[in-house]
């Protein structure tokens, strides 16, 4: 029986680039074989460390029946549970000197789900009947926020400025010579680092975009789900910043706890009471478990020092390996560049001139069991597809077993000569 599905039913259950990835990864996961090389999923890495510090919580949690019982049984209030949100403001207060309180914290059920609710509240179709949008001041970005918009063509995104920092090495920059921020641009929004090149804007930049946006009188968006202050996955010199205007996101997947669902957005006490409210609308509360699990560590303030002590250092070392790998194994056989690696848990590759699309390259990737990202996804809201630069270039996680990496890096050299061979 075909049912007809509302214009917002039709976005929402249409399909997306980041559902069929993720279904295609899925079913190469469920039918591939033990060579597979997994190098195209954000799971993060599984740290020891860390691991024995949540298998702990559990225990402390299981012998505590007031701890249990808020952990499985107790619905949070829709802003998250108090103690949680009051935890991280005073964390946030005393370690950067924020002007923070509870009022300026909102939990969600992930990160996805804070992007999802800001977006749509912030822009679309407005009361007076024109439309805003969300604007990407530089692109490559999160293929997660493509089809999050509900309103039609909510996103505008802006080429970078691309320098080249070493053989075989660039950097994206913000162009702000050729950034235009319209009246109808609700918000400004970027990643930090960012997901899928591991660039991360530089202070400089941070600090010109938070101008501008206070200029406009609209929100500048920061998306810190591998950044500061937690869980801190930055390889370079990157200042938190905040600000009254500043909507700052953070998740605690990185960390580690990817199943827990928990994402924390800080932000003006009417954004916060908005969060709220849709939660209740949506969801009625979010996930405890998260929570329950960190809140000694955010408390403690130790939260930051495994994130600089523990976790920094494990994905640092993983980035060096992999770029070591990358340019062993590549060399000087084709045309290539990499990204510089400065947070997150990607290598971001790119094929100048390479004669076939990203998008085919990775189809001849998955028929020899290497899961990558092609690049295309991640440049959504250009109006210049012709742009060849956007087919050029592919994701690839680090963030998996050294020898797997090294493994896939091998055939994706392998795959890229080929092509080229036959292509001269």
Same mark, same amino acid.
């Given at each position: 029986?075909?049912?007809?599905?509302?214009?917002?039913?039709?976005?929402? *259950?249409?399909? =997306? &680039?980041?559902?069929?990835?993720?279904?295609? #990864?899925?079913?190469? %996961? /469920?039918?591939?074989? $033990?060579?597979?090389?997994?190098?195209?999923?954000?799971?993060?890495?599984?740290?020891?460390?860390?691991?024995?510090?949540?298998?702990?919580?559990?225990?402390?949690?299981?012998?505590?029946?007031?701890?249990?019982?808020?952990?499985?049984?107790?619905?949070?209030?829709?802003?998250?549970?108090?103690?949680?949100?009051?935890?991280?403001?005073?964390?946030?207060?005393?370690?950067?000197?924020?002007?923070?309180?509870?009022?300026?914290? *909102?939990?969600? =059920? &992930?990160?996805?789900?804070?992007?999802?609710? #800001?977006?749509?509240? %912030? /822009?679309?179709?407005? $009361?007076?009947?024109?439309?805003?949008?969300?604007?990407?001041?530089?692109?490559?970005?999160?293929?997660?926020?493509?089809?999050?918009?509900?309103?039609?063509?909510?996103?505008?995104?802006?080429?970078?400025?691309?320098?080249?920092?070493?053989?075989?090495?660039?950097?994206?920059?913000?162009?702000?010579?050729?950034?235009?921020?319209?009246?109808?641009?609700?918000?400004?929004?970027?990643?930090?680092?960012?997901?899928?090149?591991?660039?991360?804007?530089?202070?400089?930049?941070?600090?010109?975009?938070?101008?501008?946006?206070?200029?406009?009188?609209?929100?500048?968006?920061?998306?810190?789900?591998?950044?500061?202050?937690?869980?801190?996955?930055?390889?370079?010199?990157?200042?938190?910043?905040?600000?009254?205007?500043?909507?700052?996101?953070?998740?605690?997947?990185?960390?580690?706890?990817?199943?827990?669902?928990?994402?924390?957005?800080?932000?003006?006490?009417?954004?916060?009471?908005?969060?709220?409210?849709?939660?209740?609308?949506?969801?009625?509360?979010?996930?405890?478990?998260?929570?329950?699990?960190?809140?000694?560590?955010?408390?403690?303030?130790?939260?930051?020092?495994?994130?600089?002590?523990?976790?920094?250092?494990?994905?640092?070392?993983?980035?060096?390996?992999?770029?070591?790998?990358?340019?062993?194994?590549?060399?000087?056989?084709?045309?290539?560049?990499?990204?510089?690696?400065?947070?997150?848990?990607?290598?971001?590759?790119?094929?100048?001139?390479?004669?076939?699309?990203?998008?085919?390259?990775?189809?001849?990737?998955?028929?020899?069991?290497?899961?990558?990202?092609?690049?295309?996804?991640?440049?959504?809201?250009?109006?210049?597809?012709?742009?060849?630069?956007?087919?050029?270039?592919?994701?690839?996680?680090?963030?998996?077993?050294?020898?797997?990496?090294?493994?896939?890096?091998?055939?994706?050299?392998?795959?890229?000569?080929?092509?080229?061979?036959?292509?001269?």
């Amino acid at each position: 029986m075909n049912h007809p599905f509302s214009n917002i039913g039709q976005s929402l *259950a249409g399909g =997306s &680039g980041i559902g069929e990835l993720m279904d295609d #990864l899925g079913q190469a %996961l /469920a039918h591939g074989g $033990p060579n597979l090389k997994m190098l195209g999923g954000g799971q993060p890495a599984q740290i020891p460390e860390i691991n024995a510090i949540w298998q702990n919580r559990l225990s402390e949690i299981s012998l505590d029946d007031n701890a249990t019982r808020r952990l499985l049984t107790t619905y949070d209030p829709p802003q998250g549970n108090p103690d949680f949100i009051a935890a991280v403001a005073d964390l946030l207060r005393d370690s950067f000197g924020w002007d923070v309180s509870s009022e300026n914290i *909102a939990l969600t =059920s &992930g990160g996805q789900t804070a992007f999802f609710y #800001l977006f749509n509240l %912030l /822009a679309g179709e407005m $009361p007076d009947g024109s439309h805003r949008k969300i604007l990407f001041p530089i692109v490559p970005e999160y293929i997660g926020y493509a089809a999050q918009g509900l309103d039609k063509e909510m996103f505008r995104a802006f080429r970078p400025e691309i320098e080249h920092t070493a053989p075989h090495e660039f950097k994206y920059h913000v162009d702000f010579e050729h950034l235009r921020v319209d009246d109808d641009v609700a918000a400004i929004c970027v990643s930090r680092p960012t997901n899928p090149t591991g660039n991360v804007l530089e202070d400089k930049e941070v600090r010109q975009l938070s101008e501008i946006a206070k200029r406009k009188g609209i929100p500048l968006i920061i998306d810190n789900a591998y950044g500061a202050p937690f869980p801190g996955i930055i390889f370079t010199d990157a200042k938190p910043f905040f600000e009254n205007h500043v909507i700052l996101t953070l998740s605690l997947s990185k960390l580690g706890l990817p199943a827990t669902r928990t994402g924390i957005v800080v932000a003006s006490p009417e954004i916060i009471r908005a969060i709220s409210s849709m939660t209740a609308i949506t969801g009625l509360a979010n996930p405890g478990s998260g929570q329950q699990l960190t809140l000694p560590l955010i408390r403690s303030g130790e939260i930051l020092s495994l994130s600089e002590n523990v976790i920094r250092p494990f994905y640092l070392q993983k980035s060096k390996v992999a770029q070591a790998a990358a340019l062993e194994i590549f060399g000087e056989r084709f045309p290539w560049h990499m990204h510089r690696s400065e947070g997150a848990l990607f290598l971001w590759l790119w094929f100048p001139d390479l004669p076939v699309t990203s998008a085919e390259l990775y189809q001849r990737l998955k028929a020899r069991e290497v899961l990558v990202i092609p690049g295309n996804h991640f440049f959504f809201g250009c109006d210049d597809n012709d742009w060849r630069h956007r087919h050029e270039c592919i994701r690839v996680s680090f963030a998996m077993e050294e020898s797997t990496v090294r493994d896939g890096l091998e055939i994706i050299g392998e795959e890229v000569a080929t092509i080229w061979s036959a292509a001269l």
